[in-house]
């Protein structure tokens, strides 16, 4: 529960997992302060918002580009909504939302005007099969 609902007291969380909610109170504090949660958050259904135009874009660029350059590249584009450098051929993996293909398309041609991309290739999500949070 306490990974699935972040909304949890420390008394709900302390009766599934056999403590009070002073002490689930301290671990938790311990657990934020030495970095292992890094925050709470809620998770936004994007269906609900509208956003359903899905796509997983392998991103290449022009020669070398750090990681920290594409990361600031890349932020600028709300659609974004995950990034990472990969192995392979591609330099990045960019996971994208959009209200439908025209929004998809315009973002893309953002990306693509960035200085340092060369082009991208995409796929755009039929249905999501696993949606796991992260654990």
């Not at 925050?39 to 259904?45: E, H, K, R, S």
């Not at 995950?82 to 960019?94: K, N, P």
């Amino acid at each position: 529960m306490p990974v699935a609902n972040a909304r949890a007291t420390f008394a709900e969380i302390g009766t599934e997992v056999g403590l009070s909610a002073p002490a689930v109170k301290r671990r938790v504090d311990r657990l934020v302060a030495s970095g292992a949660i890094r925050g709470f958050t809620a998770l936004i259904d994007p269906d609900v918002l509208g956003w359903q135009t899905e796509a997983y874009v392998e991103l290449y660029c022009k020669g070398t580009v750090a990681p920290e350059d594409l990361r600031r590249s890349l932020e600028r584009v709300p659609e974004v909504v995950g990034a990472a450098t990969v192995s392979g051929t591609a330099d990045a993996l960019v996971h994208m939302l959009a209200s439908d293909v025209k929004q998809l398309e315009r973002a893309l041609e953002r990306i693509r005007d960035e200085p340092n991309v060369d082009h991208t290739r995409s796929v755009i999500v039929l249905s999501r099969l696993i949606d796991r949070p992260r654990t």
